[in-house]
Structure formats: structure tokens, C-alpha cells
């Protein structure tokens, strides 16, 4: 089906998953950055849920994905965009903890 076949609704929807996916996509290229788990990550913003099935297809599509550097205030300027609030605090909180190692003091 093509896009500009789709309601316009539809094609929001559409629009949201994809930038959605990009979302996620980004998120766990700067978790493989940084060497965290972007499932412990986002477990401890959201310890209520399951494993997340957008990001565990993610997780699986990255799987040897070439690196891609992505600025800290960027990752949670998109955070922030899509409301991931809570993982956007953890994010911070891992980018001091992470900024804090012997080996990354200045």
C-alpha cells in the first residue's frame, strides 16, 4: 500500500511509529556506546513493565550495526520529545555515573 494512499490519520500513525522506531534506534546505539544494557536501562525507568517488543526488535535489527555517535543532550532532547520522561531522568542519571569513572574524570 502506498503512503499517500493511506487517511491522513493513518498516515500520522504511520509517521509516529516510524520517528518512534528511529527513536528507539538511537537510544540503543548510545547504550552500545556507552557499554549499558538498554534493557536495564529502560527497566529502571519503567520497572512496572515487561520487556519492551519495539525495543527488543531493535535490539535485534542492531545487532552488529556500525557505530553511530550520538551527543548525550541529543539523546535526551529526543527522549523528551516522545514523553519518555522517566527513561530521559535515568539517562541522566547514567551520563553523571558514567561521567563520574576514574577513567573519564578530567
Known amino acids: 500500500m502506498e503512503y499517500n494512499e493511506l487517511s491522513i490519520d493513518e498516515q500520522v500513525i504511520a509517521k509516529y511509529k516510524h520517528d518512534e522506531k528511529v527513536m ?7 547504550c552500545m556506546n556507552h557499554g549499558v544494557d538498554p534493557n536495564k536501562l529502560y527497566g529502571r525507568a519503567y520497572p512496572e513493565q515487561q520487556k519492551n517488543p519495539s525495543l527488543q526488535e531493535v535490539l535485534k535489527e542492531m545487532d552488529g550495526a556500525e557505530e553511530m555517535e550520538i551527543e548525550n543532550e541529543t539523546m535526551l532532547d529526543v527522549l523528551q520529545v516522545f514523553g ?3 527513561l530521559a531522568f535515568v539517562l541522566s542519571e547514567e551520563i553523571e555515573r558514567l561521567d563520574n569513572l576514574p577513567n573519564n574524570a578530567d
Not at 24 to 30: A, D, G, K, P
Open 84 to 86: 519518555n520522561f522517566d
Open 24 to 30: 528507539i534506534q538511537l537510544f540503543v546505539q548510545w
